[in-house]
């Protein structure tokens, strides 16, 4: 019987590997580095690729397996491969898909791992990176080169929360034939989904809020299937494979991704509107406030504003130190996307190296601060941030 494609809270759920002959409900774990064959025919036919099946756990294993396929029914993606970290699938991608010679666009405000990928490692194998500002769009087309292989963007960007059109950058690929690569994990693919709007692949952190607890590392890529298939040969030879265990934890994790996610972007409105009535603070960017300069961007391609909130307090960086110090039930940690709301104030801490020039370039203001809203009851939430404004 073929089944129609259910909803997405649907197939987060019923997206399952094969029951075993105990008719376990939920999927087992199966820690196994590698798996049998029947015979040498067997074998033959399962390394000449005849035959789909699981060889070695490097290359594909049951867990695995059910984790990306949840993912590419959310995303609407055609095939994926599941890393070990968000790092590994960023990295895994460039590497797999770019030679000698090639260049990137890439917006400039990008997740701090990645942009010294482009900075520090790519140009190694002679792969540079121009970068737009992503407030002026307009601009991005000047960027590319007969040498442009990639167009790059994460949206909500880290730590701004800035938007960038996705659909804009669909018709930029298509009219100049480059791979767009989307990192989706502020958004996760519940409130957006990329390649609706033309991207090819579509990377995530799965440490952040598609765990959502913050226990394990993982990332995946999904995407378009002859793509993916560079990337699948890349990996199954260099081995940033996630993990049996951490696949089988995050796909428990995405059956409830959506009902953690809705609450997390209900708990994140109400904190953004109660700093932006506050006297403390100069302003705060959420996507789904009316004041984000890109609101309309942001309305068009999510379901809901996600769990990002900025905000600038008044004072510049003592004041943002002292509002971290005065903080006592929120973590400040380096995770987001976790129950437990996280504080953070970049140019004191994460973006301190960086001279305040090019701290402004990304939009990172002397009292920026970033709050990853949890799943804490609201107004304690709201009261931690309060009595530390006050400060
Ligand atoms: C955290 C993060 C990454 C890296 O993911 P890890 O799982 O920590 O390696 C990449 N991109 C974005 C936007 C992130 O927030």
Same mark, same amino acid.
């Given at each position: 019987?073929?089944? &129609?494609?259910?909803?997405?809270?649907?197939?987060?759920? @019923?997206?399952?590997? !094969? @029951?075993?002959?105990?008719?376990?409900?939920? +999927?087992?774990?199966?820690?196994?580095?590698?798996?049998?064959?029947?015979?040498?025919?067997?074998?033959?036919? *399962?390394?000449?690729?005849?035959?789909?099946?699981?060889?070695?756990?490097?290359? +594909? !294993?049951?867990?695995?397996?059910?984790?990306?396929?949840?993912?590419?029914?959310?995303?609407?993606?055609?095939?994926?491969?599941?890393?070990?970290?968000?790092?590994?699938?960023?990295?895994?991608?460039?590497?797999?898909?770019?030679?000698?010679?090639?260049?990137?666009? *890439?917006?400039?405000?990008?997740?701090?791992?990645?942009?010294?990928?482009?900075?520090?490692?790519?140009?190694?194998?002679?792969?540079?990176?121009?970068?737009?500002?992503?407030?002026?769009?307009?601009?991005?087309?000047?960027?590319?080169?007969?040498?442009?292989?990639?167009?790059?963007?994460?949206?909500?960007?880290?730590?701004?929360?800035?938007?960038?059109?996705?659909?804009?950058?669909?018709?930029?690929?298509?009219?100049? &034939?480059?791979?767009?690569?989307?990192?989706?994990?502020?958004?996760?693919?519940?409130?957006?989904?990329?390649?609706?709007?033309?991207?090819?692949?579509?990377?995530?952190?799965?440490?952040?809020?598609?765990?959502?607890?913050?226990?394990?590392?993982?990332?995946?890529?999904?995407? &378009?299937?002859?793509?993916?298939?560079?990337?699948?040969?890349?990996?199954? !030879?260099?081995?940033?494979?996630?993990?049996?265990?951490?696949?089988?934890?995050?796909?428990?994790?995405?059956?409830?991704?959506?009902?953690?996610?809705?609450?997390?972007?209900?708990?994140?409105?109400?904190?953004?509107?109660?700093?932006?009535?506050?006297?403390?603070?100069?302003?705060?960017?959420?996507?789904?406030?009316?004041?984000?300069?890109?609101?309309?961007?942001?309305?068009?391609?999510?379901?809901?504003?996600?769990?990002?909130?900025?905000?600038?307090?008044?004072?510049?960086?003592?004041?943002? @130190?002292?509002?971290?110090?005065?903080?006592?039930?929120?973590?400040? *940690?380096? &995770?987001?996307?976790?129950? @437990?709301?996280?504080?953070?104030?970049?140019?004191?801490?994460?973006?301190?190296?960086?001279?305040?020039?090019?701290?402004?370039?990304?939009?990172?203001?002397?009292?920026?601060?970033?709050?990853?809203?949890?799943?804490?009851?609201?107004?304690?939430?709201?009261?931690?941030?309060?009595?530390?404004?006050?400060?």
């Amino acid at each position: 019987m073929t089944m &129609n494609k259910k909803q997405f809270e649907t197939e987060a759920i @019923r997206t399952q590997i !094969n @029951r075993t002959e105990f008719l376990e409900h939920t +999927s087992p774990l199966y820690l196994t580095s590698s798996f049998v064959f029947e015979d040498a025919e067997d074998m033959r036919a *399962s390394f000449s690729e005849e035959k789909e099946r699981n060889i070695y756990s490097r290359f +594909s !294993n049951p867990n695995t397996s059910e984790f990306v396929d949840k993912i590419c029914k959310m995303e609407g993606a055609e095939s994926g491969y599941a890393f070990a970290t968000g790092m590994a699938a960023v990295f895994s991608t460039f590497a797999a898909l770019l030679n000698s010679g090639d260049h990137i666009v *890439s917006a400039r405000s990008v997740f701090g791992s990645t942009h010294s990928l482009f900075t520090k490692y790519l140009p190694k194998w002679n792969i540079e990176t121009s970068y737009f500002n992503i407030n002026e769009p307009e601009t991005i087309e000047g960027f590319i080169t007969p040498k442009t292989k990639i167009l790059f963007a994460e949206s909500p960007t880290n730590p701004a929360v800035d938007i960038i059109d996705l659909e804009l950058l669909g018709s930029i690929a298509k009219k100049h &034939n480059l791979i767009l690569v989307i990192d989706n994990c502020f958004a996760t693919p519940y409130l957006q989904q990329p390649i609706k709007y033309g991207a090819h692949l579509v990377i995530h952190s799965a440490t952040k809020l598609i765990d959502g607890q913050g226990r394990v590392l993982g990332g995946v890529t999904v995407g &378009n299937e002859d793509l993916i298939r560079e990337i699948y040969l890349f990996a199954r !030879n260099t081995g940033p494979a996630l993990s049996p265990f951490n696949a089988w934890t995050l796909s428990k994790s995405l059956e409830t991704l959506s009902v953690r996610v809705d609450k997390h972007c209900e708990n994140a409105l109400k904190v953004a509107e109660f700093l932006e009535a506050h006297p403390q603070v100069n302003w705060v960017k959420y996507p789904f406030l009316k004041s984000h300069p890109q609101y309309k961007v942001a309305k068009k391609q999510m379901k809901l504003g996600g769990n990002i909130v900025a905000f600038e307090i008044k004072g510049g960086i003592e004041a943002g @130190r002292n509002f971290l110090n005065a903080i006592k039930m929120c973590s400040l *940690s380096a &995770n987001l996307g976790d129950t @437990r709301t996280i504080v953070t104030h970049p140019a004191s801490t994460t973006h301190s190296g960086l001279a305040e020039a090019d701290r402004l370039v990304v939009n990172i203001t002397d009292g920026l601060v970033r709050v990853s809203v949890g799943l804490e009851h609201v107004d304690d939430v709201i009261g931690d941030l309060k009595q530390a404004l006050h400060t």
